[in-house]
C-alpha cells in the first residue's frame, strides 16, 4: 500500500544497497570522527549549488543532535518563559511537545514582543521557502524574538535563498533525515548556533555522548553524495509524477501540492501536501518501464 502521508526520502535501492555494504562498527572507536562529521557536514550543507544561505558562516558553534527535533527541545527550555509562535502547517512535532504547559499559539500576523518563533525553510507545509520568511526576520529582529530556522528539508530542495546575518536567529538546524533512503533512523543532525552557551547539547558533544555508528554511515554518505543528490539525480521522475498525479510542484523532492482531491492530506494550512517519495522510488528503482 503507497503511503502519501509524512515526509521520507525517496525511497532509491541504489541508495539502500550503498549503505547496507558499510561496516559502521569499525568507527565506534574513532575519537575523531565527530569533529570531522561537524566540519564534513557543514561544509557539505554550504556546497550546495541549488540553494543560497548567506553568512552560515557566523554560526561557529557546530553541535551533532539527535535529528532537528532535539535542537526545538533545547529552543523550547531557553525560551520556556515566552510564547512560541508557528505558522499553521508547520512540524506537528511542535504542538506536541507545548501542549505540556508551554505557552504557544499559531502565528496569524500578531507577532509580538516576549514571542519565540520557530520556521522551516523549506516551509514544511508548501515545501518551499515561505514569502513571508524575510519580513518576520525584519520583525523579530525589531522585536528582539529569538528564532530557531528548521532546515530539515534543506537536502531535498532547491531555491532556498536566505540571508542568515539577522541578530534575531538564535539557532539553525540542519539534518540528514530527508537526504537519504533510510537516513532518517539514524537521527542524525547538526545544530549551528554563534556562540557556545554550555547548554545541554554542548555539554553532551563536549563530553562525547554521540553516536558514531550514525555518523559513520552518515558521513560516507555526504562524502560521497551531494548536498545537491536529490535534485540532481530524480528531477526527471518528479515532474512526471506531479504530472501523473494532477500535483503542483514545489521546491521540495518529496511534495507535491494536490487540489481538492487530496483534501484529506490537509495538514492545518492552505494546502494538501502529498509526500511523492515512494512514487519517485517506484520509477527510479523499476528501470524497465
Not at 550546495?48 to 532535539?70: A, C, D, F, M, P
Not at 481538492?260 to 528503482?285: A, D, H, P
Request: contains cysteine; hydrophobic residues 35%; charged residues 25%.
Amino acid at each position: 500500500e503507497m503511503n502519501l502521508r509524512g515526509a521520507k526520502p525517496v525511497n532509491d535501492f541504489s541508495i539502500r544497497e550503498r549503505i547496507e555494504s558499510m561496516i559502521p562498527a569499525q568507527d565506534l572507536y574513532n575519537d575523531r570522527l565527530p569533529e570531522q562529521f561537524k566540519s564534513n557536514f557543514f561544509k557539505w550543507i554550504q556546497s550546495s549549488e541549488k540553494n543560497n544561505l548567506r553568512n552560515v558562516w557566523k554560526y561557529k558553534n557546530i553541535q551533532i543532535v539527535n535529528g532537528t527535533i532535539q535542537s526545538f527541545d533545547h529552543f523550547y527550555w531557553k525560551y520556556k518563559e515566552k510564547r512560541f509562535r508557528f505558522l499553521a502547517g508547520e512540524f506537528m512535532y511542535h504542538k506536541a511537545c507545548l501542549k505540556h504547559g508551554a505557552n504557544f499559539k499559531e502565528l496569524n500576523g500578531d507577532l509580538m514582543r516576549g514571542d519565540a518563533l520557530i520556521l522551516s525553510v523549506p516551509f514544511s507545509d508548501y515545501g518551499e521557502q515561505h514569502s513571508l520568511t524575510d519580513q518576520l526576520l525584519h520583525l523579530c529582529n525589531n522585536l528582539d524574538i529569538p528564532v530557531l530556522l528548521d532546515f530539515a528539508y534543506y537536502p531535498c530542495t532547491k531555491n532556498i535563498d536566505l540571508d542568515l546575518s539577522f541578530r534575531c536567529i538564535d539557532t539553525i538546524t540542519f539534518s540528514i533525515s530527508k537526504a537519504f533512503y533510510g537516513a532518517e533512523f539514524l537521527r542524525v543532525g547538526i545544530r549551528c548556533q554563534r556562540g557556545n552557551t554550555d547548554d545541554g547539547i554542548d555539554v553532551f558533544n563536549s563530553v562525547d555522548m554521540v553516536n558514531r555508528v550514525s555518523l559513520s554511515i552518515a558521513n560516507t554518505l555526504i562524502k560521497e553524495y551531494s548536498v545537491d543528490h536529490n535534485w540532481n539525480t530524480y528531477h526527471d521522475q518528479y515532474y512526471q509524477v506531479c504530472k501523473e498525479k494532477n500535483l503542483e510542484p514545489t521546491d521540495c523532492i518529496m511534495f507535491g501540492l494536490g487540489g481538492k482531491e487530496y483534501k484529506e492530506f490537509n495538514r492545518g494550512g492552505k494546502v494538501n501536501r502529498v509526500c511523492i517519495s515512494e512514487l519517485i522510488g517506484e520509477k527510479i528503482n523499476d528501470r524497465s518501464k
